[in-house]
């Protein structure tokens, strides 16, 4: 066994742990999944089982009554985290980098500005009313966009790779060469940067995709719902009409029966779906930033 080899019980030992760890990702998944196809009588009787008695298909039935509302809010939602992702990383990143050189003059006050909205907000209402009576977005697909496109503590983590991963002489060798300051960031910041940008990059999408509260708060138009409010609506609308179904003239029956814990169930597997394939995107950029950083002669 050389030096840089393990021994063969760790190797087993490793492979067990990973092995375990991985089936702890995927029995969740699984699970969800077959609660979304089991008859909901099924799921009283018996509960959870993943291999269920009864199959049924009525939560993707209620669910894709109208499937043009899902496909419509699936492209909001795509548009929304596309866009929004690409806007958040560029703004972070141009605010990042000048508090991150020591030789901006101004970079106390911009970093004492972005700590500053950490600790202390404005509120809801005077938030609501920018977005709404000074930029006038209700109602439109920015709305959705524009609240969420800087986070300070995505900007104080870009700021600290920049000042821990970024050396200075490159910036130096690049003043002396007549490089200005943005061909100095696009040209060596950015490609020195990559895993810092993937990583803010993964925590922006994750964060467009699953947001609903924009939704709720400044759209009426159904056109502009995202998937994650849609869903929402949906599964308050199920549980509403499952619980005060005797309420409702001639339809008590039915309505008691509406699969409501399968539509959850169906909810989180439609709007899991494209996040999923953001992970081995970003990955990729994890893994070609490991050695980059240093100056090389």
């Not at 087993?12 to 009588?41: K, Q």
């Not at 404005?122 to 609501?128: I, R």
Request: with cysteine; net charge neutral; glycine share 6%.
């Amino acid at each position: 066994m050389t030096n840089n080899e393990i021994s063969r019980t760790a190797n087993i030992v490793l492979h067990v742990v990973f092995i375990l760890m991985t089936l702890a990702c995927l029995l969740p998944i699984i699970l969800v999944f077959m609660i979304s196809i089991t008859d909901y009588d099924s799921i009283v009787l018996n509960g959870y089982q993943f291999f269920p008695k009864e199959l049924s298909l009525e939560a993707y039935t209620y669910i894709f009554k109208d499937y043009s509302v899902i496909v419509k809010a699936y492209g909001v939602s795509i548009f929304v985290t596309v866009t929004g992702t690409l806007l958040s990383v560029l703004m972070t990143s141009l605010y990042a980098y000048p508090i991150s050189r020591a030789d901006f003059r101004y970079r106390g006050i911009f970093a004492f500005l972005i700590f500053f909205t950490m600790l202390f907000g404005g509120g809801l209402v005077p938030w609501y009313m920018v977005y709404t009576q000074a930029l006038d977005l209700k109602n439109t697909i920015w709305a959705l966009i524009v609240p969420m496109l800087l986070s300070p503590f995505n900007v104080l983590i870009m700021k600290t790779y920049f000042q821990m991963s970024v050396p200075a002489a490159l910036i130096e060798a690049s003043k002396i060469d007549g490089a200005g300051e943005l061909r100095t960031f696009f040209r060596i910041v950015f490609p020195l940067s990559l895993p810092v940008f993937a990583t803010i990059g993964l925590f922006n999408t994750l964060h467009y995709w699953n947001d609903w509260f924009n939704s709720m708060i400044f759209v009426t138009d159904t056109d502009l719902y995202s998937l994650q409010y849609l869903m929402y609506k949906m599964i308050s609308q199920a549980d509403y009409l499952s619980r005060n179904g005797a309420l409702i003239q001639g339809s008590a029956t039915e309505l008691a029966k509406l699969p409501g814990e399968t539509i959850r169930m169906a909810m989180a597997l439609i709007g899991i779906g494209p996040i999923v394939l953001a992970y081995p995107f970003f990955q990729r950029y994890f893994i070609k930033g490991l050695t980059l950083g240093s100056i090389k002669g």
